[in-house]
């Protein structure tokens, strides 16, 4: 019968005999049995026997060939299973070609009918086809081919029957070479993005250990189809994880960069992708992540992104570390895999454009972002070493990252370093208020000068741009770039020739920068040249080359020729023709040049003796006296029609006469020095001896700066100061013995007191005619403006208790007569000099107080010293050179000194301990003293200033270092140290004794001051909590001796931002440590007090706990907790923002965020419960609560953007889900009910009787009504944009987020305005 069957067959097939139709072949077939027919096929050990009479029985069991073929479905599955099985049953395997041609027969067959692929499945008889995948034979892709073909007719419904068979491919090994033709067969299979992911995963896996070909055909394949699902973000992950393990050197490494951007060409998509996930911190960071991603730049479409998203990878690893509560991040930052990219050989990436690179350094470099926490400056500038010498470390602001990234990228690329000089050149120019731009090339000159010195043109368009420059900023170009100029004579020559034009340009600040620039360069090359160690140096170039005439003259056996310094000498002349700031300039650098060459003294002394004999006046005929100098000469435009300006700066002329010449004249060597000392001692006898109405000052004399006349007296009057302040100094140094010492010490001590009190009642003059001026308001206006106001004469001084200058120049003392002031109001008097006779020292024969110790404890001396103290700090803190040159941009310790003495930029750290030694004596000695008029007046003005000082001092440390130094200082200024105390322990006790002494003189302004000093050195305390635990007994032992409650409110508050700044620092490694808990223990205690119910046991705890949280406090503390809240919301929406689904962190970032924003829940509903009825507390809660929830519904919607499809929404995290929950069940009833609540309080409280009362009922309820009108619908708006988030994300899963909301009532409140009406209608009647 079968064989009958197969002719049959074979005659239809061909077409051939008399059978035209498959009626014949279906009644031959019905004929035949089932179990016959296929044990009769498992029986034929023949493979070519077994092809004929399988597709004879094929051929006639084909649906459709005849009436009958639906019956005959069983048998044409049990055939096909027994085909499947001759592929891996017990006979003989067949040859390739024969088991191709069954593959085939098979395929073919299954095309005209897939009824039967679902009981094919169920008898898993698919497992033949696989197995000869699994084989690896030449049949292989056949194999594939008919299982994927099989695939494809299944209908949705029979997929699940397929599972078994869809693992046995994607789970084997497949063919080696074929890899790319599997991956593709298998991707146009996959139905689904999961069955996509799993064809990935198997193609990823095969990557492995795939030679080239395969490399090149899978990379390529899954790239080409992975839009087909929206995967793309899948695959570059996969792919990019794979590569990683390979190696940067690695072929699969090469063949992702060539097929991704051939890919990204095509598919745009794909490599917004890539950049995507760069961004958003999808990939880890590393070197070949970055070539990756610059090879996408020869894309003109993504020329710019490229740039961006790189960028915008490295903001986002800096700002994540802005965040405290973000787990540590990849283990190597983005930062560092961008300069081992660029450390990496160029032929490594020979198609790779770095110009991208020098893009993002320059928005770095522009961008000065803001410090990391925990970062401080100082360790920012290591980290930017350590960085570029290969060590891991991260700079700490934005500025500093692209300083690194420019200089890898100018020792890297020889082609970009002309484009980076001129982008350098362009920032230096745009920027001059940032020394950002600056520092890089101050670094650029010292690790890469060799390679600098090649660009000469460059170089010379930077520096030719010198003279545009600001002072500040052209003379820290000038220190970063003096390394090279001092190795290079073409540098050196230039440099030299563009100052010499800027010396006497038409801008001010041209020449002052020219001016300092000579004076510090002349400086440094003489004292170079005299210690250095090189050889020869003394045979280098000069730097600047004489004429052929001038060498005969100038140059001898005992030098090299001409130097700088006869260029300058010749100038300096001609420099005092210029304007104030230049004049000032040069005499604050001229002791600095005679110190390093003392043979150019003589030509310096005579210029200065010729210019102070022109200031010089003597009386006239019919004058009885005549002021020793002419301060009209000083004075420009003093009668003209222009504003008057200061032509002279006198002060700085005698303080530079003084710093090179003895004063007294004993020690006077040569002529001229000899003339110019006696003649600057006869001046100061003179400026002692004189009084004010020798310079026509008096109190008649108008000293108005809104007049002509007033404003140049104003001016003569600073100049007068100045004038005083440089003799006070000089007698000073006498005294103290920097000077020559003489056994008159008590004249002496005399004429410094008269010269003190001269310039006391200078001042008194001034604010007497100013208030005059103002009618009689001067003293409030200078109230306002912090300055301190003239007292009435003190008793015990015999002196009066002066005020400093408003305005104008600061004070003319020095670093050394500052020290002694201080130091002499700590020992109660100078620390005079040995005496050569027995001169009395302490007290005269007639048993009067000696002058320098009436001077000490003069209230009026010791505001004048704490009051120049802080200018001198303050100067230190705000030099913009000096910022630059602490910021790195010189490396010579020696230059580095010479440049901040030359700017008169004192050391602060040797003021500290004096100052602060000062302050607490000024301090403890208001404490015992209580009462009123003129002497308390003056001591609580002394406190001010002393407060004043102590906040400009904790001030200035920038870092730990400073800071631990300054506590130092502080500790040893101490007395007596804490038994077994550390040094940062006693100087933080030492602070505290401070705020003692204050609290228990009730001095409410000065606690205030002192608040502000303390929260400025929480910024840099090693243990800020531990400090602010400290601090709170001393405020909660001094309350009850105090009678101001403004002194307790600031105190109070200080010590709620010290514990919580501290806590901050601590970084909350426990949960009872964090900043949040604490601030929801002090939320309750002002719930507490704020509240109308009796308090809890858990209140009566807080109360013991926080002491210092009362009535007559509580409402400080409340604004306090307020702005506290708000800096954690503040991180809270940081955080939230650079949350992104794509990122490996993504999950630890979301759970750390949700605790913070379920944390700061308590804190509100703590507050909520109060139930604040209106004024700043309610409006500030519902601000609070506006941003909480603006912040949960930012997190809904990062994670609705990490949903695709119908994902499961039981994949939510359950810190987000609890978080949902509180919201929706508790927090947000509690938020309309206290909405409700406080507008039916202002209701009520608006509906007086009438009158006056009415009139202002009605007034608040309108004011209230407005407000309510901008607070109340924001909050409602962004409650509503949360439950929106909700719902939306709801739909995008299986949970309802919306389970636990109130949505019936909770908006059936309306603003109340009836009330309102009555007082309006008795308006509109009256």
Known sequence: ????????????????????????????????????????????????????????????????????????????????????????????????????????????????????????????????????????????????????????????????????????????????????????????????????KAVVAACLRQLVAAGTEDLDAGVSVLLSTAGKHACRDHVLQGLYRVASEAGAGSDLVRAFLEHLGAQSRLDSAMGQAWLRLLACGGLAPGCWAVAATLSLAATPRFATTVPDSILAALRREHSEREVPWFPPGAATPMFRAVLDFLDLPAEEWPSVPATPLLAVALSLLRDQGTDVRGVTRGAARGAVSTAAAGVEGQPATHAELGSCLLLALFRTHPSLRPGILQVLQALILSNQESHGATTCFARLVRQEGPLLADHASELRGMLDNLGSLSPDTGLALLLGVWPLARDKQSIKDQLVAVLRRAMFGQRQGTALLAVRAFLLLVAEEMAGGAGSADPGAAERAPLIQPSMSQRATLCSSDGPGVTLLHELLGSLRRCLSQGVAVRAAVYAGIPHLLRADGTASSAVLEMLLDQLHCLRRSAEEGEQAAPPLDLDQCIADKDGPAKPSILEPLPELLSCIMDICDPWGTAAQGTVSKDLSEEFSSLLLQIADATLEIFDIDATTEMSPATQTGAANLMCAHLLSGLLEVGMEGYIRRLTGASQAFSDTHDAGQQLLLMFRQRQRLWGLVRESQSKKSGGVGEAAAARSGEARPAPRSGRSGGTVPNGPPSGPSPAFSLDCLLHMLTAIVEDGLALAAPTSAAPVAEDGAGAMCPHRALARDPGF???????????????????????????????????????????????????????????????????????????????????????????????????????????????????????????????QGILGILESLCQAGCSREVELWCAAWRQALRWMPDAAGAAARASPVVCAAHPRTSTQAAMSAASTALLHAEWEGRCADGGSQPSRSPLAFLAQVASRVAGLVGSSAPSPAESEEEEALPWINTGTVAQVADALVSLLEAELSRAERAVAWLAPGSAAFGSQEAATCSKLLQLVEVLSVLLGARPESGSLADALARLCTRLYRCVAATSRAHLAGKRGREAATSLPPGYLDLVARVNAAFTPSVYACVQEAQAVAGEGARPEGGKRARAAAGRLTRRVRKESQVVPALVFQIEEHEKQLIRLSRAGRLNLMLTAKRATNRDFKIQLASGRQPLAERCAA
């Open 862 to 988: 010791q505001i004048l010293t704490l009051e120049s103290t802080t200018r001198m700090l303050r100067r230190a803190a705000t030099c913009g050179t000096a910022e630059a040159i602490r910021a790195g941009i010189v490396s010579d310790k020696g230059l580095e000194r010479t440049a901040m003495s030359m700017l008169q930029v004192p050391d602060w750290m040797a003021l500290a301990r004096p100052a602060y030694r000062t302050i607490e004596i000024v301090v403890s000695a208001r404490a015992g003293q209580q009462g009123t008029g003129p002497r308390a007046v003056a001591e609580s003005q002394l406190t001010q200033v002393a407060m004043a000082c102590l906040h400009q001092l904790l001030a200035m440390p920038r870092g730990a270092d400073e800071g631990e130094a300054l506590l130092g200082c502080i500790s040893n200024a101490a007395t007596p140290p804490s038994p077994g105390g550390s040094v940062a322990e006693d100087g933080v």
């Open 1 to 196: 019968m079968l064989d009958h069957l197969v002719a049959e067959a074979a005659a239809f097939l061909t077409g051939e005999g008399p059978v035209q139709d498959g009626t014949q072949l279906t009644t031959l077939a019905l004929q035949l049995g089932l179990q016959e027919a296929t044990e009769y096929l498992r029986g034929i050990e023949s493979w070519p026997d077994f092809l004929v009479k399988l597709r004879a029985v094929l051929v006639a069991t084909r649906p459709g060939i005849g009436p009958d073929s639906f019956q005959l479905s069983p048998l044409r599955l049990a055939v096909l299973a027994t085909g499947c099985e001759r592929l891996h049953g017990p006979h003989p395997s067949g040859s390739d070609q024969e088991t191709a041609e069954l593959l085939r027969l098979l395929e073919i067959e299954i095309s005209h009918g897939s009824q039967v692929l679902a009981g094919l499945l169920q008898t898993e008889a698919l497992s033949g086809p696989v197995a000869v995948f699994k084989s690896g034979s030449s049949s292989a892709l056949m194999a594939l081919d008919f299982v994927c073909h099989c695939l494809v007719l299944l209908s949705v419904q029979e997929w699940p029957l397929a599972l078994k068979t869809w693992e046995g491919i994607t789970g084997a090994d497949w063919p080696e070479g074929h890899l790319g033709r599997v991956a593709s067969s298998l991707a146009s299979v996959a139905r689904n993005a999961g069955q996509y």
